[in-house]
């Protein structure tokens, strides 16, 4: 693991880790699969964490092998269905949605002059950033839609750290999913979950919740 004097960026993914935006991806997700006569599966919720719409929808219609049976225009239309419940459901965020802690370390990051930019696969995040208040913070944001292979290949990692002027071994990335550890680690950054460490098994450093995310605690984590 690189030493912690190395670090000159932070690459945040934001659905769990600057906001919990997850509930409303269930919500209109689960929608779409009671619309579809698919039930829903406890399990969803965690295989869809950090991963596109499109891989989303393929995991749903995989479930009970219906993904057969259906046009790509017929999943384009669904998925853009979904999107749109999701986008009524963002309304209901105020900087009040924003992670406990989350804005106190972008602060102290500001502050300690580190590079900041966003790694997330969604492509409703300036409109979550917005609404959050927090675009100001983030030098770079990566348009998910440019992207050739979502997490858990590197790519959104590496090409995010060079928006920031930088190699992703000179980078930290925050997740809360498997899938996006797996993509810091594989950019060669150093990869820091929030969440379980039974679930977060290939992070590098973990903490169980977004409040623990100090400079004080990573540097302490280095050794």
Known sequence: MQKFQSIK????????????????????WHQLADQLNIPWQAAFAEQLKGISRE???????DSTGKHVDYSEADKVAMATAKNDNYLKLLQQLTPDSIAPGI???LVELKQAGYA???????KNAPIVLERLG??????ARLDPA???NGKPAPEIFE?????????PTECIGVEDAQSGIEAINAAG??????GSKKVLTKAQICFEQTQDLTLANIRNAFH
């Open 9 to 28: 960026g932070f690459l945040f993914d934001l659905d769990g880790v600057i906001t919990d935006t997850s509930i409303y991806h269930e919500m209109a």
């Open 55 to 61: 891989a989303s929808l393929a995991v749903i219609l």
């Open 103 to 105: 804005e106190a370390f």
């Open 116 to 122: 900041i930019g966003l790694a997330s696969a969604s």
């Open 134 to 139: 927090l675009s100001d913070y983030f030098e």
């Open 146 to 148: 440019t992207l050739k």
């Open 159 to 167: 090409r995010c750290a060079a928006l920031l002027g930088l190699q």
């Open 189 to 194: 950054a150093i990869s820091v979950g929030i």
